[in-house]
């Protein structure tokens, strides 16, 4: 049966992106509308996005509405839009004084502020739409006061009487906490808050969310498992555990129309299981733009990734530079964040100039090269949430090397000769003779083609898609709005 929706986050892909959530938050609107549901997705109109490549109708009813929190007042228009390449509407909260800014993120002492009015708009929003939501799905420390606002500031309108809230995870180390004296910025009083949190003199928005919804989910089920522990649950493992009748671990899925080597528009050459010869041929177009040394048998490293503790590159600092020294190897890393990291990375690449290039900063049509001509894939996480690349390393035959934890474990299986199943590499501590042995075997392992194509055939084979991810929320949904 459809469902009414009402989906907030605060990036979308393709329209603002700086990490997975944008990507899940825009592939799963997209397949909940094919499924013939009725969701509504709300996020910032941000400086960064590109007006001039989006069909953007004002919404005429909703033109220069008023938001109070606490002693200011915004004014926000709402304009939408159809996802490109979809046709999922997507609702843009147009508000210059909280939007136009630098960056989609920031460290302005107004931050938290910026994210509480999304919130606040998007529900304001449905009321004067006179669209009634059976389910408000909100996303990370962003939008994780829409339970509590639903509870309290909105209660009183009918409107949302039916409506069950969902809060999903996507990376619990970012809780968006703020001082409790600026409690007005919510539209709330302290008294509406965790005293464990106010107490302590700050609020957690996060906390929030997972103490009022509805129900919860993370983007994979070891991840739902791994938050519930003192070594993944960031202090709010207690809180979790509470719940755990409550917390669905769901895989975030692959929007295959847009990762697949068979059709990937960023790329000049495709290619499929039966013809990999068209991924030689990208391997070597990719070594030649990125200026490393055209050996066709010289396997390729690739790595895509924002540069912080979390995405494990503390372990790289001993073990790349000796693989480099002691194995005929090239590496590509594109990403940037952390200075320590990046400057890391650009002396590797003047210590072994033709085999390791850096690109600092992002590129989505460069992502895509890396993925589709990389023979390699390596992801040393300390946690994973989730993760996208690694799926889509395994479509695009190129194999991933990753560390036993949250979605990682549960995508990547690791080979065994023996039986010739598996899909990578996995190693399971969290150190640097684990990056060091996976990194060998890996290297062992291509210089062996007929098991190493073995390898990426299993890889590739594998299916991700949301198409059949979406049907888990889809029965999700239908059990929180008691539809099952």
């Known amino acids: 049966m459809p469902l009414r929706i009402c989906f907030i986050a605060s990036e979308v892909a ?44 004002p919404v005429e009813f909703l033109q220069d509405v008023s938001l109070r929190l606490g002693t200011q007042v915004y004014r926000f228009s ?18 210059p004084a909280l939007y136009a800014r630098a960056s989609i993120y920031t460290n302005d002492p107004d931050e938290h502020v910026r994210f509480i009015a999304l919130t606040h708009a998007a529900l304001m929003c449905c009321q004067r739409m006179g669209f009634a939501p059976q389910v408000v799905h909100c996303n990370d420390w962003h939008t994780g006061l829409a339970p509590l606002l639903l509870g309290t500031v909105f209660s009183w309108d009918r409107l ?36 464990a949190e106010t107490s302590q003199g700050r609020i957690n928005p996060l906390k929030e969310g997972i103490l009022h919804a509805d129900h919860l989910s993370t983007v994979s089920p070891t991840y739902a498992r ?15 555990r509470q719940r755990t009748a409550d917390l669905s671990g769901i895989l975030n899925g692959v929007d295959y129309e847009e990762w ?29 733009r990125a200026g ?57 690449q003047h ?18 090269w890396i993925e589709g001509g990389a023979d390699l894939f390596l992801m040393p996480s300390l946690y994973e949430p989730c993760g996208l690349n690694q799926m889509y390393s395994l479509r695009y035959g190129t194999v991933p090397i990753v560390r036993h934890t949250g979605g990682l474990a549960d995508s990547v299986s690791h080979f065994d000769p023996a039986t010739g199943k598996g899909t ?11 990056v060091r042995w996976a990194l060998d075997t890996a290297l062992d392992w291509y210089a062996q083609p007929t098991l190493w194509r073995r390898i990426v055939h299993n890889g590739m084979a594998q299916d991700f898609s949301w198409r059949r991810q979406v049907a888990e929320y889809e029965t999700l949904y239908q059990r929180m709005t008691g539809q099952s």
């Open 226 to 240: 791994e938050i519930q522990t003192s070594q993944y649950g960031w202090g709010l493992e207690d809180v979790l």
């Open 78 to 95: 709402v304009h939408t839009a159809r996802l490109p390449g979809a046709a999922t509407m997507i609702y843009l909260i147009d508000c």
């Open 260 to 288: 697949d080597p068979r059709h990937d528009r960023h790329l000049p050459v495709h290619f499929d299981a039966r013809q990999l010869q068209g991924k030689a041929e990208l391997k070597r177009l990719l070594m030649q």
């Open 351 to 368: 210590r072994f100039p033709g085999r390791v290039v850096f690109h600092r900063g992002y590129s989505e049509e460069l992502s895509h």
């Open 160 to 195: 949302f009487l039916q409506a069950k809230s969902l809060l999903t995870i996507h990376n619990l180390g970012y809780q968006g906490q703020f001082s409790a004296a600026q409690v007005a910025d919510t539209g709330l009083g302290l008294q509406d808050f965790d005293y």
């Open 14 to 57: 393709p329209l603002a992106k700086t990490g997975g959530l944008a990507d899940v938050a825009g592939a799963l609107a997209k397949y909940l509308h094919l499924a013939g549901h009725d969701i509504r997705v709300f996020m910032p109109l941000y400086a960064q996005i590109d007006r001039s490549s989006l069909e953007v109708w």
């Open 424 to 434: 990578g590499i996995v190693f399971n501590d969290f150190d640097a003779g684990g």
């Open 292 to 348: 490393l040394e055209p050996v066709a048998t010289r396997p390729l490293i690739g790595m895509v990734s924002r540069m912080t503790l979390q995405k494990g590159f503390d372990l790289l600092f001993d073990t790349l530079p000796a693989v480099l020294a002691a194995r005929d190897v090239a590496l590509t890393v594109l990403g940037n964040g952390d200075a320590r990291y990046e400057g890391f990375f650009t002396e590797l």
